[in-house]
């Protein structure tokens, strides 16, 4: 028997967590997703290529890897569709790789357009949605409305289908949102429907504890990052679904004794895209030249992403409640050239307390960080291989996070490319 290994982000997503699982992928047997949906932008590069997966797991491109859309997630059509003529247009095929969960919730065009319309009430509270129709199509799963993969199959599916829709408009109304075109929408929709009915639906829970019962290797791929998460996040301003380890036994069906490494997924900085706190953000020049160095643009909605310096308070309480066992640090490439960098450390409060715990109101108006200063590195370390290869100013920044974190750093990323990868076997006592 062996275990599900998992691989999130802990920070607010864009950690870098695509281009990990690719360079993993030919260690595993199976890469699962098992929560959030198109909201997702995962980049892979390689081979001078670079491709944005939004529901495809980040196994895809591996030959040998069976990739599978869990029942925790929520799935456009349309999207994974043209997810699947972009793979296949760069020469990897999809046939007896992709298995999709009937259990995994559809997203409608009505989705999508009830998304818009409560962002649009929302005035200046929005969250910054990706517009998706993630938070809309949850929202039916959970109030019991929604449809799911394995409906299609049904002879009543048409019927199935329309109530919702009107259930949909009506709501559309009462909101006052009138800007959509669902006849086109529709055509598109229904005949992504029909390339849907071609991909093998398993049960996903028969299937992954099958595979791990003939000792598989299985990586489930989160999407989102920790502090997206709709229960532990920075509500409300968060995504609609479980991002953390505890979504892997929801969003796959495997128990929690399953559950093996966690590798948890951070960028030696921080970024957020869309709406919500941020203590750490940077408001200045050298928050841009991060942003400009890191090319910190949405890979969904090409949005620019908010920058800041590292945060151990949230870092240290993302890997409190996803049990992680093995840091990856993402993007340490873009911090060359800063002769001083900061290090959030604790933060302080309103009224003088300091904490190392993430507070349950996080806004700049209720904390400030109270930072570290750690000498930066001026070396361009993108051609780096190996661990010894990096500058020492660098090391000293990792250890320093292993020390605060009491975990090991065993994946440092160096560059976009499956080849910019040093991984190290380390320990932390
Ligand atoms: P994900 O959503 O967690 O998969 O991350 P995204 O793909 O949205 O954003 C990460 C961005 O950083 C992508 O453009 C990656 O190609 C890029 N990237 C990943 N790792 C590194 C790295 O170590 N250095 C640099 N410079 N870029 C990286
Ligand atoms: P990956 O998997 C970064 C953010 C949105 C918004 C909030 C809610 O690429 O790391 P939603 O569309 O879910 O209603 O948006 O969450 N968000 C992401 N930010 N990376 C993501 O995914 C995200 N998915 C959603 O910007 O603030
Ligand atoms: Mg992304």
């Known amino acids: ?18 281009k990990v ?25 390689f081979d001078d290529k670079k491709y944005v ?3 495809l797991p980040s196994g895809i491109f591996q030959e040998n890897t069976v990739n599978l859309i869990g029942n925790g997630m929520v799935l456009d059509p349309v999207v994974l569709a043209a997810e699947i003529a972009e793979v296949a247009e760069g020469g990897f095929s999809i046939v007896d790789r992709l298995k999709i969960a009937q259990k995994t919730h559809l997203i409608l065009p009505t989705h ?3 998304d818009a319309a409560y962002e649009r009430r929302k005035g200046k509270q929005a969250i910054g949605s990706t517009l998706r129709g993630i938070g809309p ?3 039916d799963k959970v109030s ?10 049904l002879p009543d599916f048409d019927e199935r289908l329309q109530a919702l ?16 075109d669902l006849g086109s929408a529709m055509i598109e929709w229904h005949e992504a429907i029909t390339q849907l009915r071609e991909i093998p639906q398993v049960d996903d829970s028969y299937f992954l504890n099958d595979q791990l019962s003939k000792g598989k290797r299985v990586l489930a791929e989160g999407a989102q990052g920790t502090l997206l998460d709709i229960s532990y996040g920075s509500y409300p301003y968060v995504t609609s679904s479980h991002t953390i380890t505890g979504g892997v036994c929801t969003g796959l069906g495997v128990p929690p004794s399953a559950i093996g490494d966690v590798f948890g997924v951070f960028k030696a900085y921080c970024t957020r895209v869309g709406g919500g706190p941020f203590p750490s953000e940077l408001f200045d020049e050298t928050g841009e030249t991060i942003q400009k160095n890191g090319h910190e643009f949405g890979a969904t909605t090409g949005r620019e992403r908010r920058c800041g310096w590292l945060d151990l308070v949230a870092l240290r309480y993302a890997c409190m409640i996803n049990g992680v066992t093995k840091l990856f640090m993402m993007k340490g490439d873009v911090l060359s050239g800063f002769d001083t960098l900061q290090i959030a450390t604790a933060y302080n409060g309103v009224n003088g307390e300091v904490t190392n715990s993430f507070p349950y109101d996080v806004s700049q108006s209720t904390v400030s960080p109270a930072y570290q200063a750690v000498t930066g590195w001026q070396e361009d370390v993108t051609s780096a291989k190996e661990w010894n290869d990096l500058p020492n100013t660098m090391k000293d920044y990792i250890t320093l996070i292993e020390d605060e974190l009491k975990l090991p750093i065993s994946i440092v990323s160096v560059g976009p490319d499956r080849n910019q990868t040093i991984k190290r076997d380390t320990k932390v006592e």
């Open 1 to 18: 028997m062996s275990k599900i290994d998992v691989l999130l982000g802990l920070q607010w997503g864009d950690e870098g967590k695509g």
């Open 165 to 180: 829709i009107d259930r949909h408009q009506q709501q559309l109304e009462w909101l006052d949102y009138s800007e959509y």
């Open 112 to 114: 999508r357009f009830l």
């Open 53 to 55: 997966l939004h529901c």
């Open 21 to 45: 699982v690719d360079v993993l992928a030919p260690t595993y047997d199976v890469i699962v997703r098992f929560q959030g949906g198109p909201n997702a932008g995962h980049t892979l590069v």
């Open 144 to 153: 019991r409305h929604g449809l799911r993969v394995g409906d299609i199959l």
């Open 137 to 139: 199509a949850y929202t």
